[in-house]
């Protein structure tokens, strides 16, 4: 599903690399980001009805809105294949069709990044001594998450950190814009 043919040249230069997507993936990401802004915009009490599924082996699958106390505004949207039965109960028990959407685009996402992910790894096997990347990736592949944030403007003063440094969960961290 890529665009165009894949090069991971730029990792030891840049230390990341920029992954060509197809246009059909690409046009599946900018949708899915509109679904998750119109999740954004239901009422407060309608999100907070979508609860949080802790993992203490990895990260949780739900909606977790911003803790206040803690100065932590993001909006954030996990999703793992593993709780795909639960997001979905619990999109339907929200009762709103934004919910219900957001569930099955971010699913979705997790199914059509497989094969780039694929390429990708393979290309890192072909350059590196990363051993069976590939096979490792998807033997847990129920275990990858999709995370989507969202840090709401005017809550910060002006030069206010948004956020700490920190290393996100998980091995490794793909950012679609």
């Known amino acids: 599903m890529l665009a165009t043919a894949l090069s991971i040249d730029t990792l030891e230069t840049d230390g990341f690399v920029s992954v060509p997507l197809s246009t059909p993936l690409q046009a599946h990401i900018d949708n899915l980001s509109?679904?998750?802004r119109d999740f954004l915009r239901l009422p407060?009490?309608?999100?907070?009805?979508?609860?949080?599924?802790?993992?203490?082996?990895?990260?949780?699958?739900?909606?977790?809105?911003?803790?206040t106390e803690k100065r932590d505004f993001k909006?954030?949207?996990?999703?793992?294949?593993?709780?795909?039965?639960?997001?979905?109960d619990q999109a339907f028990l929200v009762?709103?069709?934004?919910?219900?959407?957001?569930?099955?685009?971010?699913?979705?996402?997790?199914?059509m990044l497989q094969p780039v992910l694929a390429e990708f790894t393979d290309a890192l096997e072909r350059?590196?001594?990363v051993g069976s990347l590939t096979n490792d990736l998807f033997a847990g592949y129920d275990e990858c998450i999709i995370?989507?944030?969202h840090y709401p403007g005017g809550v910060h003063a002006v030069g206010e950190e948004l956020a700490v440094q920190?290393?996100?969960?998980?091995a490794f961290t793909g950012h679609l814009y």
Do not use: C, I, M
């Not at 909006?75 to 979905?88: C, D, N, P, T």
């Not at 009762?95 to 199914?111: I, N, P, S, Y």
């Open 127 to 129: 350059n590196y001594p």
């Open 95 to 111: 009762g709103d069709r934004a919910a219900r959407q957001l569930v099955d685009e971010t699913l979705k996402l997790l199914h």
């Open 147 to 149: 995370r989507l944030l």
């Open 34 to 36: 509109w679904t998750w």
């Open 75 to 88: 909006h954030v949207f996990h999703a793992q294949l593993k709780h795909e039965s639960w997001l979905r």
């Open 44 to 67: 407060e009490e309608v999100r907070r009805q979508f609860p949080y599924l802790p993992d203490v082996t990895n990260s949780g699958s739900g909606y977790e809105p911003p803790d």
């Open 166 to 170: 920190h290393v996100d969960k998980g």
